[in-house]
């Protein structure tokens, strides 16, 4: 028996690389890490002074925005979409601002505050690398349009 000709061979997968598998591990604890953090930071703006209350607060509000987000980027990155390792890039470069932030504002998060911007800088390298940015290359070979599609 032949295969017949005008049905597409099916592409076989790709596989992941490791760092990108390291990678979707790492962004899944960081932004875990991140939603915890940012509610102790909010819950800390009972400790500040009056005048910093509400920037600690709007802190903490953004930090778990960010982390919920990142959350929903982890499965578009294990599938292998660059738009969501562009979004994930822009995410994880807040987080590092806030992050900054946090450690200059608040004195009681410096240590949670660094490990997630050494776990963030982990990421962003492991999905910029270059096994990492071959995963996410798009193939240069167009499919052919399928002759029987109603057009």
């Known amino acids: 028996m032949t295969a017949d000709p005008s049905v597409p061979a099916v592409q076989p997968r790709r596989r992941r690389p490791v760092i990108v598998t390291i990678a979707v591990v790492l ?4 932004a875990f890490a991140n939603v915890a953090l940012g509610v102790l930071v909010l819950l800390s703006r009972y ?3 009056e005048a910093d209350v509400l920037r600690v607060s709007l802190l903490g509000a953004a930090i778990i925005l960010f982390g919920l987000l990142l959350i929903g980027m982890a499965s578009g990155l294990a599938r ?3 738009l969501s390792r562009t979004f994930a890039t822009i995410y994880l470069g807040l987080l590092i601002a806030l992050s900054v932030m946090t450690i200059l504002t608040t004195d009681g998060w410096d240590w949670g505050s660094m490990i997630d911007l050494a ?11 270059p096994p990492g940015s071959r995963h996410f ?3 240069t070979i167009e499919a052919a349009p399928d002759p029987t599609a109603a057009g």
Request: hydrophobic content about 60%; overall charge neutral.
């Open 27 to 30: 962004v899944y604890l960081s």
């Open 47 to 49: 400790e500040v002074a």
């Open 80 to 82: 292998g979409s660059r």
């Open 119 to 129: 776990i963030e800088a982990l990421i962003l390298v492991a999905l910029w690398a």
């Open 137 to 139: 290359a798009r193939s």
